[in-house]
Each structure stands twice: as C-alpha cells, then as structure tokens.
C-alpha cells in the first residue's frame, strides 16, 4: 500500500482454470495488495469450476472483473455464461472486490441486482471510447456512486494534454472513492497522479505482462508514485 491509502491491484489474465492459482501467488510476490482476476480472459467462461479455483485464496486480496471488449476487455457481453461466471465466482469468495460495467447494470436486472447486494465492496466501472467533459463525467460519476463503493472512469488519451480530465475529476470529487486515469502510454501520467490524489486503488500488471498499455509493474509504479509525493508534501487527502 502507497503512503496514500493506494492499493495496488496487479491484473492477470488465466486463460483457463487451472491458471488462477499460481497466477495469484506470482501477483502477490510480485507487491501486489490486491489481485485483478481477470475472467473475461477464460476459454471458454465455466461458471462450475471456478469455485474449486478460488479455494484456499485470500478473498480479500482479491479483485473479481469481467472486462466486455465494447469496454476493451477480452469478453464477449455480461450475459448468460459470463453472468453465471461473475456471480458464481462472487459467491465463491465474499469478501473479494466486485468490478461491475455501467453498461451492463443499465441493461440487465441481474447484474444490478449483484451489484446493489455487494454494494459496499464494488467498483462501477466505464472505460469511455472517447473523452467526455469534466461535467459529463462528473455527472455519471455521481450516478454510478449510487450504486457501489468506488467509482472508476476511464479514458482514452491520444495526447498528454488529455490526462487533464482524470486530474480535473479529483479536484471536482475528491479522494476516496474515484479511480481515475487514462489509458495508453499517453496515461500513464494520469495513472500515477490518481495514486498521488487519493485513488483507493491502482492498476499494475506483472513485470513484462501488462494487459493495458500505460500499466506498470508495482515496484516502478510505487517508486515513482511515492516520489511524485515527496516531492508534493504532505497531501490533504485521507482514504475513507
């Protein structure tokens, strides 16, 4: 954890059950506070066995997300098998953090009605296909606050100047339950001052496997991040 309050969530990918296991210890070892399970990257999604391979994890360092490819995942839409698998893997492990898509609360009853039952251990999530204003944001920021824990808006940046809106978002809203940045090279910049500003949580990836472009291995990421703060001073900002 970053003298922030920041966890940092390391994202892997299983592409089959069997993976998750040893996966997670290599997260952990690699400084991760949490791990990001990725379950859109299985092949195919298997509602079954995911509990067996959940067994024995520490469910509170664990991040339980279903990334739909209209959001830049590698998942097919929230429904049928992938609803079973998100909410069978939920029911598996409690105590884990629950990523849930704006979208798919919006369209489909049942994955609201998961959302709202884990509510205080949720994170609603948008990655955006293309930069809204600072009050567009702000706007569904509070819509979707209604509905977990910690809010995370994603965008994509073409050009520097672009990390503007994720840094102008925490002036706006304050720390503790935004998680903002943007995508790509462009974002790393924002990545970092999300941590510097009060982000309950980070994203970074094992050393070489980044499946974002822009994510960091913990160990530069914290370096870097707790530099950035040095150099700032005491913030004012505390994570409730």
Do not use: W
Request: aromatic share 4%; proline share 8%.
């Amino acid at each position: 954890m970053l003298s922030t309050g920041t966890r940092l969530a390391v994202s892997v990918a299983p592409r089959s059950i069997d993976e998750i296991p040893a996966l997670y210890s290599e997260a952990i070892s690699a400084g991760a506070d949490l791990v990001e399970l990725r379950l859109d990257a299985l092949r195919p999604p298997e509602p079954g066995p995911i509990h067996d391979a959940l067994e024995g994890l520490d469910c509170a360092r664990l991040m339980l997300t279903y990334r739909s490819r209209e959001e830049g995942g590698l998942g097919g839409p929230i429904d049928g098998p992938a609803l079973d698998l998100l909410e069978g893997a939920s029911d598996a492990c409690p105590g884990s953090i629950l990523d849930v898509e704006i979208s798919g609360i919006r369209r489909l009853g049942a994955l609201r009605d998961l959302a709202l039952s884990r509510r205080d251990s949720v994170v609603v999530s948008r990655h955006y296909a293309a930069m809204p204003s600072v009050e567009e944001a702000a706007s569904e920021y509070r819509e979707m606050a209604d509905l977990g824990r910690y809010v995370k808006l994603v965008f994509p940046a073409s050009r520097p100047i672009d990390n503007l809106l994720p840094i102008s978002l925490y002036a706006a809203l304050g720390p503790g339950r935004l998680i903002s940045f943007c995508s790509g090279v462009q974002g790393i910049i924002s990545r970092l001052m999300s941590a510097v500003l009060g982000a309950p949580i980070a994203y970074t990836s094992l050393p070489g496997r980044p499946l974002a472009e822009g994510q960091l291995p913990p160990d530069e990421f914290a370096s870097l991040a707790e530099a950035m703060v040095s150099s700032l001073g005491p913030r004012r900002g505390t994570i409730i």
